[in-house]
């Protein structure tokens, strides 16, 4: 059983920068492909980005492409999401999931395991 837990969200304003981190236990993380989720209230949850296990392959959603950069320390069985120049449209609970898998990574099904979330708050 692997556990996360996801922190770094808070309230910012248009153009700002966080950096988002989600914390693994439980499991051996470098197993694992990772990947960031996305939910607006109201909303479906969305792909955002995924890493693969040895932090060579990274995939992003389009909306993010070039804004979001997501990475991985495995010694620190942590994965974490950098996100710049952030609009008001990026403003969602943001969630991690660990995939033992590893293929399907853009989507909610590809994940074996999920954190509580964190909540991004973008303001205009």
């Known amino acids: 059983q692997v556990q996360l837990v996801e922190s770094g969200g808070g309230l910012v304003q248009a153009g700002d920068s966080l950096r988002l981190s989600c914390a693994a236990s439980?499991?051996?993380?470098?197993?694992?492909?990772m990947g960031w989720f996305r939910q607006a209230a109201g909303k479906e949850r969305e792909f955002v980005a995924a890493?693969?296990?040895?932090?060579?392959?990274?995939y992003y959603d389009d909306s993010v492409k070039g804004r979001f950069t997501i990475s991985r320390d495995n010694a620190k069985n942590t994965v974490y999401l950098q996100m710049n120049s952030l609009k008001p449209e990026d403003t969602a609970v943001y969630l991690c999931?660990?995939?033992?898998?590893?293929?399907?990574?853009?989507?909610?099904?590809?994940?074996?395991?999920w954190g509580q979330g964190t909540q991004v708050t973008v303001s205009s």
């Open positions: 999931g660990a995939s033992f898998r590893g293929y399907g990574l853009g989507s909610r099904n590809g994940y074996d395991y």
């Open positions: 439980g499991g051996t993380f470098s197993r694992y492909s």
């Open positions: 890493i693969s296990w040895s932090g060579g392959r990274t």
